[in-house]
């Protein structure tokens, strides 16, 4: 199954997803959804965990037959001026990069927050979740905010995605 990027305007990721289940024939995709990102936020001395989205404007989607899914999706009244511009609109991902996000998201397409510690000179270690897998990714750590930016490939692009971190009695 080859995944797909959809682009859209920000904030409109899940009105795309709700008009493809709704008008496009599940015969012609198998899934379509928009990948969450847990965080931690500190609010009146609670910590939440709060869900957004890791890549704005972006709706994933897998296809077999790619080309029937795109002519179908360029009959639906709403998409007609999104596909204008097919280059910018229907993205293929690498198989790699597939793989990857499949391997940090679960099954409801949300990368979960990642239990850390840090060693005796500040630099965190990855106990569990996604950050264990991709580690060697880090851009950027902000322990206090409770998240790191890690580089990830979108396309062939290099896109960085934030991935909220837990420490120790956090939760």
Known sequence: MLWYVLQTRTGEEDKLVNLIHKLVSPNLYEECFVVG???????QQ????HVKRAFPGYVFITAREPEALFFCLKKLPAMAKLL??????FLSLEIEEAAFLRKIMDSDYVIR?????TDKNG??????GPLKICGNRIVKC???KRYVLVRVGIHGEE???L????LEGDL
């Open 159 to 161: 896109k960085e995605v």
């Open 84 to 89: 204008a511009d097919e280059e910018l609109f």
């Open 37 to 43: 990102q847990e965080q931690l936020w500190r609010r």
């Open 163 to 166: 991935l909220g971190i837990v």
């Open 123 to 128: 630099k965190i270690v990855p106990i569990s």
């Open 142 to 144: 902000r322990l206090g």
């Open 46 to 49: 609670k910590n939440f965990v």
């Open 113 to 117: 927050l990642s239990h850390v510690v």
